[in-house]
């Protein structure tokens, strides 16, 4: 292990509208890819906004999982932060492009706590 964490930035956009505004479906297919992954979900919450979009977060035993979106722009902003090695954040985050149906998607990795030589700790994000 280089570092102590592994962050994604995921830009989905073109996404279908109708499911980025979908509070109970947002919520399912969040906490569904902190499982493929391979995380341990301790808790989660969701909002609501009125005319539209969603925030929610899922936060599991290795960090979190948050999202919140943007229907009128068809586009979601997410971010999956894990810790150690045992879940694969990668596997979350296509896991969210397929079911956001996102036809633009980008994704920003960066590496957090990255390890020196005799344990010591440079905190920078690196790309």
């Known amino acids: ?6 962050q994604l930035v995921v830009e989905l956009k073109d996404c ?18 902190a499982q493929a992954a391979g995380a341990t979900t301790v808790a989660h919450s969701f909002h609501p906004f009125i005319p539209h979009g969603i925030s929610g977060m899922v936060i599991i035993a290795e960090s979190h ?13 997410i971010d999956i932060f894990t810790c150690g090695n045992t879940v694969n954040p990668d596997i979350a985050a296509q896991y969210l492009i397929d079911k956001f149906k996102c036809q633009d998607p980008s994704i920003l990795e960066l590496k957090r706590g ?12 690196e790309t």
Do not use: C, Q
Not at 1 to 6: C, I, K, P, T, V
């Open 1 to 6: 292990m280089d570092s102590l964490g592994r």
């Open 16 to 33: 279908n509208a109708d499911l980025l505004n979908d509070l109970e479906f947002v919520e399912k297919v969040m906490l569904e890819a």
């Open 65 to 77: 999982l948050a999202i919140h979106t943007w229907p009128e722009y068809k586009y979601a902003a």
């Open 114 to 125: 990255v390890i020196l030589v005799g344990g010591n700790l440079k905190f920078k994000a």
